[in-house]
């Protein structure tokens, strides 16, 4: 559904959705600069998410906007976890999910859109998808520190999120070896462990405990005490927030809530764990939002302003319906159906994982 195909000039809305990370205001400046200083298009800038659109809150950008933002952090129009289709049919508030729909397909109507352009994580590409079956015309990139979108090998603020967590755990070997302790530092990751796996990988951490593998605090034991009597006496556990032990992994989800709610921080909750099994001195670091803050890497750079520059050429193109993405070496594009509603898991035979195994790292 295009409102505005009687003129040359084309209109496109953008909005960022979901967790912010280095990288957005790249992508931001990327489908753009190439949409209007190329196909001469015109720009509207919608404010936090889906909510923006929602509540109409937007305004044309100029190129003053959208220039001197690639090396800024967060995300210049805002962002919110707003999800239009959350609710389902007999959910007490589908009605008033019903009217959000209605609201952003009566504003897209009102700014003339011929397409909206999505800059998010699962969540934000599969509501785009769900607004292209009501008749939208949706481009999606795939934004996240967590890597997990499926259909593209990676997502822009991954790299730069490892790069932070990486030097973290760079940090914490030098005072874990100085009181020969067992740190244990939380990275994000609530589903996936794909910036665990690779930042324990990249920092050299002794155990790396991921949502994919529930970990098993006996074998942590073992492990520890081995690198102990070999004379190393400090390790770091690397561990994603959403990480489970093999007990917890039994709980169904009312058990699993309950128990979340009496231990929040996993990091905390191995720590004492480990003290417990091995009586070895252990602290607990969470790194928190300082993945998802300030600039973004030269490779989130790249990754971002390439996608975003393929986006702007799928809108001139008028194809609509799809994501961008990262395909092997090149950027390409998939059809939005291939993202939607799925999450992309670290399988147990991922080559990171062997090679994790390989240089001596336990998996849990
Ligand atoms: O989706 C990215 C992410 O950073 C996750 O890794 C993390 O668990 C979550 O967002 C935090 O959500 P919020 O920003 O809403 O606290």
Redo the contacts with the bound molecule.
Sequence with gaps: MGNNGNSLTKIFGILTS??DCPGLNAAIRGVCRAAYDRYHMQVLGIANGYRGLIEGDARFLTPWDFSGILTRGGTILGTS?EKPFKSKPGDYDHALEADKVEAIKENYRKFNLDCLVVLG?NGTNTTGYLLAKEGLNIIGLPK???NDIVGTDRTFGFHSALSIATEAIDRLHSTAQSHNRVIVIEL???KTGWLSLYAGVAGGGDVILIPEKPYDIKAIGRHLEKRFQSGRGFSIVVAA?GALSVEEARMDKKERKKYREQNPSLAYKVAREIEAETGMETRATVLG?V??GGIPSASDRVLATSLGTAAAELLAKGKYGRMAALLGNEVGSIDLSIPAGKVKYVPEDHYMIDTALAVGTCMG
């Design positions: 979901g967790g976890r994580g996240t520190i967590d994000m990751g609530h927030e939002y993945q998802r």
